[in-house]
């Protein structure tokens, strides 16, 4: 049995601040299309209804030939809709890990073992989405073909009507020592829609007294010299690294940080699967471009006030912030 790292709930005191590890490293998450295998209730429609691309291809690669030379360091988060269904994904992959920066999917394995070993050579990451109401039976046949080339991580969602599934795959997980495992509590996508987060009190309990984050004894060596992760500091002085647990923070409510200075739009860019282009998967301040007219994005110059009661991705958890009253 594999040992589980040390939670960052550990510490129960308030993080204070948040630091990205790489200065200067642009983080872009990149929604490449709407179109999806599965149709999950929790799941915003708008995200398994719609098509493969809204926008050209040729548009496309010019911009990101902008960002490639903008930022000497750039990490690109790839997801759907269902990234494996789009056929410029693997010419994408190419060029961002061809370029000397680092580009990874989150993703629910739609496509075949053999088609995730040819993709994974060039992928930093493969963060793979396990949802049990759609549960594919070649599932971790795949998450273990993209394991012998790149670290993969399991995130195992944690469907309250799902839930002896979500429990009994969560368990088969653990014998595979070259990959990471973490679970995932559904949160609140669509005002008032409930589904996949009826949670008992006994499921509740579980995810307070559950080490989320199973780490990998074993695993191939990352290709990019740089880190994309952060340290969190807290309010009695302890700094942890976040380390790919940073999903533990919003499953136990800790990722509030209205009012505080952080860099969206610095460190981070959205591009919604329609390509307009935002400053964080937050969406706050709005479209500040489009990438089918890359010569007219409006680049953030300055950090900004957040304004959400809620930061709901890893991927703006780890965007440097702070607390203005510390």
């Given at each position: 049995m594999k040992t589980f790292m040390r939670s960052l709930n550990d510490n129960n005191t308030p993080v204070v601040k948040i630091q990205r590890h790489t200065n200067g490293l642009m983080v872009v998450t990149w929604v490449i299309?709407?179109?999806?295998?599965?149709?999950?209730?929790?799941?915003?429609?708008?995200?398994?209804?719609?098509?493969?691309?809204?926008?050209?291809?040729?548009?496309?690669?010019?911009?990101?030939?902008?960002l490639l030379s903008k930022y000497p360091r750039m990490h690109v988060s790839i997801s759907g809709g269902e990234p494996t269904l789009s056929p410029f994904l693997l010419d994408f992959c190419k060029m961002v890990s061809?370029?000397?920066?680092?580009?990874?999917?989150?993703?629910?394995?739609?496509?075949?073992?053999?088609?995730?070993?040819?993709?994974?050579?060039?992928?930093?990451?493969?963060?793979?989405?396990?949802?049990?109401?759609?549960?594919?039976?070649?599932?971790?046949?795949?998450?273990?073909?993209?394991?012998?080339?790149?670290?993969?991580?399991i995130r195992v969602m944690m469907d309250s009507s799902y839930w002896k599934k979500?429990?009994?795959?969560?368990?088969?997980?653990?014998?595979?020592?070259?990959?990471?495992?973490?679970?995932?509590?559904?949160?609140?996508?669509?005002?008032?829609?409930?589904?996949?987060r009826e949670y008992s009190e006994d499921q509740l309990k579980w995810f307070k007294n559950t080490d989320l984050f199973q780490d990998a004894e074993q695993m191939p060596k990352r290709k990019s010299i740089f880190k994309s992760t952060s340290n969190i500091y807290f309010a009695d002085g302890e700094i942890l690294d976040s380390n790919g647990q940073e999903q533990e923070l919003i499953n136990n409510g800790k990722t509030n940080f209205k009012g505080w200075r952080c860099n969206m739009g610095i460190e981070s860019l959205f591009i919604q699967y329609t390509g307009k282009v935002y400053l964080a998967n937050c969406f706050q301040g709005g479209?500040?471009?489009?990438?089918?007219?890359p010569d007219n994005i409006i680049w953030p110059k300055d950090s900004v006030i957040c304004m959400?009661?809620?930061?709901?991705?890893?991927?703006?958890?780890?965007?440097?912030?702070?607390n203005r009253k510390e």
């Open positions: 299309n709407n179109i999806c295998t599965n149709a999950c209730k929790y799941c915003p429609p708008n995200l398994h209804t719609g098509s493969n691309h809204h926008y050209d291809w040729e548009n496309a690669k010019r911009f990101w030939q902008i061809e370029s000397g920066n680092k580009v990874g999917i989150t993703t629910n394995l739609a496509r075949t073992p053999r088609y995730m070993k040819t993709l994974a050579p060039y992928l930093e990451y493969c963060s793979a989405s396990y949802h049990p109401s759609f549960e594919d039976k070649d599932f971790l046949e795949k998450a273990l073909a993209a394991a012998d080339h790149t670290p993969t991580n979500s429990i009994e795959f969560l368990e088969r997980c653990k014998q595979y020592k070259n990959i990471t495992i973490e679970t995932v509590k559904i949160i609140d996508w669509m005002p008032g829609n409930k589904a996949g479209v500040i471009g489009d990438i089918n007219d959400k009661d809620i930061c709901h991705c890893t991927t703006d958890v780890l965007i440097t912030k702070q």
